[in-house]
Each structure stands twice: as C-alpha cells, then as structure tokens.
C-alpha cells in the first residue's frame, strides 16, 4: 500500500467495518484492517481466509509490544475459524522478524507486479 493511504480508500474500509482503531485513553494509537477474501490468490489458495493488513501504530506508540497484542487479540477473537494470513515486502526483514516472533507461519515469498512478498499464516 502506498504512503500517505488514499484518503478515499480508507473512507470506504472504514464504511464496510473492515478498519479498527486503537486507543490509549482516548487517543487514536494506532489501527489495522482485516477483511473476508474468498481466495488467497498471491499464494494460489482457493479457500475462505481473513486477511490482515495495514496495521499502523503511531510513532510515539511503536515499541511497546502493541503490534504483539494485536496478533494475540486476532487469534482469541477468530470466531469465524478462518486462517488469516499477513504479508509484507520480502526485503522487510524487521517486520518478518517480528511475525515469526509472534508465532506465524512463513509461506515463502511470491511475486507481486514488480517486487516479493512474503506471505505468512497466524
């Protein structure tokens, strides 16, 4: 996803209750998006999954194991038994650090238009 987020497409995850805000007395912290996909196309999957994606944690937040508490919070929460699965830029080694750290599943890295991702499960 492209920074700045466009302003519009965020509008729209938010109206179709797919954004989901984090706060610390009040204070928008952070934020994460997850939504139902029919298929899992990137990794060939032709199955029903939920599908984690944008998480953002404010700056002054970032380091205080909230993106840990996010991914413990999905996993007792998943009332539907879906697998969700998550990805990044394949070169983003701190971030694939961090989802191995946290119990996820390397799928292996698969191309996108013009770079790698590497897909994981939870």
């Not at 650090?97 to 996108?112: A, I, V, W």
Request: aromatic share 14%; charged share 30%.
């Amino acid at each position: 996803w492209q920074y700045p987020c466009d302003r519009k497409e965020v509008m729209e995850e938010i109206e179709k209750g797919r954004v989901f805000l984090l706060k610390n007395d009040g204070e928008i912290i952070g934020s994460y998006s997850i939504k139902s996909l029919n298929t899992f196309d990137v990794i060939h999957l032709n199955q029903p999954v939920k599908y984690l994606y944008r998480v953002i944690i404010a700056p002054k937040y970032q380091g205080n194991k909230i993106g840990d508490q996010i991914i413990q919070h999905l996993r007792e929460e998943n009332l539907e038994g879906k697998d969700i699965y998550l990805d990044c830029w394949a070169g983003n080694d701190k971030l694939k650090k961090f989802y191995t750290g946290n119990g996820c599943r390397y799928l292996g890295d698969f191309p996108e238009e013009d770079y790698w991702i590497s897909v994981y499960r939870l």
